[in-house]
């Protein structure tokens, strides 16, 4: 088992930028994708960004141009980059690592002020 651990978070007003970063205990290898996930008071929780170890990446209509995801397999760590940040994107961000199980870190929060 992975254990997945999110930081990066914080108040920032609009049109800020943020990263977020999360640490694996183990490497990042084996697992077929990695991705983050956010969730909004009384909201389900959406993907925001996922990224195959083959590189391929694919995000939330709503972030397109503005997050980032990227990778470091020598430090097992997966990043979202946030730049032009909306009120809207305030929300509890969780990172997610697949390798057959879903393995889900504690989540970091953002919060976007207007």
């Known amino acids: 088992q992975v254990q997945l651990v999110e930081s990066g978070g914080g108040l920032v007003q609009a049109g800020g930028s943020l990263r977020l970063s999360c640490a694996a205990s183990?490497?990042?290898?084996?697992?077929?994708?990695m991705g983050w996930y956010r969730q909004a008071p009384g909201k389900q929780r959406e993907l925001v960004a996922i990224?195959?170890?083959?590189?391929?990446?694919n995000y939330l209509d709503s972030v397109k141009g503005r997050f980032t995801i990227s990778r470091d397999n020598a430090k097992n760590t997966v990043y979202l980059q946030m730049s032009s940040l909306k009120p809207e994107d305030t929300a509890i961000y969780f990172c997610?690592?697949?390798?057959?199980?879903?393995?889900w870190g504690q989540g970091t929060q953002v919060t976007v002020s207007s």
């Open positions: 997610l690592a697949r390798d057959g199980f879903e393995n």
């Open positions: 183990r490497s990042i290898f084996g697992f077929n994708y």
């Open positions: 990224i195959t170890s083959g590189g391929s990446t």
